[in-house]
Structures are given as structure tokens and as C-alpha cells.
């Protein structure tokens, strides 16, 4: 997935390199600043072209609690969706599901994102506004603590092997099997190293099939 992820992002929208047309004002007001929301919940509104043009607050706090301070959102906002997404399958998943909320349906769909030391089961919801703008929800259903898992941590050193993570529930590929990650971690033995090998994100067989047959 593009982002896990921002108070008040001012206008004017941000493009890049196309022309837009925003939509109402006050409907962006309402779906940034809804106070019900607040807290663990990362906001952000993609326009008609995909481009990111508004983050709430809690897009910074995510970013930074889990070192990924690359995406903050100055350097984010007016983006384009798919320069965050390598995987031609994930970003076939994503246009299936945007396809579908600009088609009015509204889209829930669940996923884990994992930090260092803690496990969440987190959704993604998408709601369409007007003008084929989409409002993205990523939110926080439950997070537990867990033992250090230097794989999750954007400060680790890396090394030059590539590991695949499912970008939706976080199997890792090992050989041809998808691992659910405390059994990918002791199959590889990975908390023997200092240095963990570098995160690629794809999706595994299982969650392609429910993604796809939701869309």
C-alpha cells in the first residue's frame, strides 16, 4: 500500500503539473476537520487524477513514529498516488478499488501495518466527494504490543537481500510460501542479524483473490 497514514492543510489544493477543479470548499473542510475522526486516524483526499492534495495531521505523526520521515507530508502533498506504488498488482488492486468509490460504493478494506514492536489491524475506507474527488481513511481498529521486530523499523540497516511483504495482511514470500511474519522471521533467522534485508511490498495469492472478487 501507498501509505499507512496527517490539523489543517491549507488551501489552495496542491497539483502537480495538470490543471484541477476542487470541490466545494466546504466539503474538504468537513471531511479533514471532522473531530469523530481525530486521533489514530490518517486522512488524506486524492483528486480526480489521484494526485494526494490534502493530509491531515495524524499523516506526520504516523510518518515519524515509524521513521519514514521521507514521507512526510511536505514532501507528499501533490504527489501522484502511483509514484508510491512499485507493484503492478498492488496498483491493479487500487484502481480497482478506486474505480469502485467513484462509482459510489463505499470501500472497506482491511489490512495490518506492523511497527517495530507493535502489531495493528488498521482499514482502509474510501468515500467518494464531489467532483471524483476520494477521501482515504486508514483506520485504527486494534494494536497490540509485541516483541522488536527490527524488519518493520525504517531506521534498520539493511543489507542487500530483498524480502516480499504482502502490502495487506504482511505474509513474507520465503521460497514459494507466504509466511505470516513471527514464522517468516524464524524460518530466516533474522534475529540472529544486525542488519535486515530490504522491504519490498507485492500481495500474496489469498488476499488478491478476496481483493479482486470485492471489487
Not at 515519524?64 to 507493484?87: C, E, K, M
Not at 502489531?119 to 476520494?134: E, G, N, Q, S, Y
Not at 523499523?153 to 495482511?169: E, F, K, P
Not at 513474507?172 to 540472529?192: D, G, M, S, T, Y
Request: proline share 8%.
Amino acid at each position: 500500500a501507498a501509505y499507512p497514514s496527517t490539523p489543517q492543510i491549507a488551501p489552495p489544493l496542491v497539483g502537480c503539473g495538470s490543471r484541477m477543479t476542487a470541490p466545494p470548499a466546504g466539503k474538504l473542510r468537513e471531511a479533514m476537520d471532522d473531530p469523530t475522526a481525530a486521533g489514530s486516524t490518517v486522512r488524506y483526499v486524492l483528486s480526480p487524477t489521484d494526485q494526494i492534495v490534502r493530509l491531515n495531521a495524524v499523516w506526520d505523526q504516523f510518518a515519524f513514529a515509524n521513521a519514514a520521515p521521507h514521507l512526510q507530508r511536505t514532501l507528499v502533498l501533490g504527489s501522484s498516488l502511483w509514484r508510491h506504488i512499485a507493484d503492478p498488482a498492488v496498483a491493479e488492486i487500487y484502481r480497482r478499488l478506486l474505480a469502485r468509490a467513484r462509482a459510489g460504493h463505499r470501500v472497506e478494506v482491511p489490512f495490518r501495518c506492523d511497527g517495530p514492536d507493535s502489531a495493528r489491524d488498521m482499514r482502509l475506507v474510501m468515500t467518494a466527494l464531489p467532483a471524483h474527488f476520494i477521501q482515504c481513511e486508514a483506520v485504527l481498529d486494534a494494536e497490540a504490543s509485541t516483541a522488536r521486530m527490527p524488519l518493520w523499523d525504517g531506521a534498520a540497516t539493511r543489507t542487500n537481500d530483498v524480502l516480499v511483504a504482502c502490502s495487506w495482511c504482511k505474509r513474507l514470500r520465503v521460497a514459494r510460501e507466504w509466511l505470516e511474519p513471527e514464522h517468516a522471521i524464524q524460518a530466516l533467522r533474522l534475529f540472529q542479524h544486525a542488519a535486515m534485508p530490504l522491504l519490498s511490498h507485492s500481495v500474496c495469492p489469498p488476499c488478491e483473490a478476496r481483493l479482486v472478487s470485492d471489487c
